[in-house]
């Protein structure tokens, strides 16, 4: 059983920057694959960035560029830089997890069949 805890979302202006954490704990031994997804309250949750164990990395189309993933297996976290945030990027962002060996883009598709997920925290970006 792996438990992951997110942190780093609020309420910023549009265009600004906010960084998300995730924390895993329990058995993160080989996790392989970590992402995350946001959903908002008129849209199904959908995957925004995801990293496998090998560092490969892949987006949804609309935050390539405006945001970065990375992992430090070291300390078992995720993270999500956001930069030119958009109010259409406000949404309760949660990230997940594997040990299986989904590639990132396949991960993103996966959705509900990745077994482990956070709470969620929420970002709020106004215009």
């Known amino acids: 059983q792996v438990t992951l805890v997110e942190s780093g979302g609020g309420s910023v202006q549009a265009g600004g920057s906010l960084r998300l954490s995730c924390t895993a704990s329990?058995?993160?031994?080989?996790?392989?694959?970590m992402a995350w997804f946001r959903q908002s309250s008129d849209l199904d949750r959908e995957g925004v960035a995801a990293?496998?164990?090998?560092?490969?990395?892949a987006y949804e189309d609309s935050v390539e560029g405006r945001f970065t993933i990375s992992r430090d297996n070291a300390k078992n976290a995720l993270y999500l830089e956001m930069n030119d945030l958009k109010p259409e990027d406000s949404g309760l962002y949660s990230c997940?997890?594997?040990?299986?060996?989904?590639?990132?883009?396949?991960?993103?598709?996966?959705?509900?069949?990745?077994?482990?997920w956070g709470l969620g925290t929420q970002v709020t970006v106004s215009s």
């Open positions: 329990g058995s993160t031994a080989n996790i392989y694959v």
């Open positions: 997940a997890a594997d040990h299986e060996d989904w590639t990132a883009r396949q991960s993103l598709a996966a959705g509900p069949l990745l077994p482990y």
């Open positions: 990293i496998d164990n090998d560092g490969r990395v």
